[in-house]
């Protein structure tokens, strides 16, 4: 694929491919997740969805852009709040783990047009970020 006066390589194009295809995968990533938060964990369905899952389950780490993009959808599915503290206590709180200065920065933007997001911001624990990305996001919740 030529860009510019550049071509990428074949392993980049697979990598834009793959995004864009997750990309679009989110809205149906979301309501899927939102179903499974609402499961047994013990259903057939539960272990049917979850697998459907694996490749969002890897952005937290992999890929925050991609998860920041699920994570917003999911709250533009739901007002359910044990939906909502799942998101908090999993996407959330993984997301700022593995990348805290860039999430910290996308959170906080976020948290002021989304109040409903910064309502759920007591579901994050501190996980492994550091100290001062963790005042932020408890400065968050005193809004």
């Not at 991609?66 to 533009?76: A, K, M, N, P």
Request: charged share 30%; net charge negative.
């Amino acid at each position: 694929m030529e860009v510019g006066d550049r071509t990428l390589s074949d392993s980049s194009g697979t990598k834009m491919k793959e995004h864009n295809e997750s990309q679009k995968m989110i809205p149906l990533y979301a309501k899927k997740w939102i179903t499974l938060v609402k499961l047994e964990p013990e259903s057939i369905e539960y272990d049917v969805i979850f697998k459907e899952l694996l490749p969002v389950l890897d952005w937290p780490n992999d890929n925050p852009d991609l998860c920041w993009d699920f994570i917003q959808e999911v709250l533009s599915q739901t007002n359910d709040e044990r939906v909502l503290y799942r998101l908090a206590a999993g996407p959330i709180e993984s997301v700022l783990a593995h990348h805290p200065y860039k999430s910290i920065v996308i959170l906080e933007g976020l948290s002021e047009k989304l109040p409903k997001l910064r309502n759920i911001m007591d579901g994050v624990w501190q996980n492994n970020m550091p100290d001062d990305v963790w005042q932020r996001v408890q400065k968050l919740t005193e809004k």
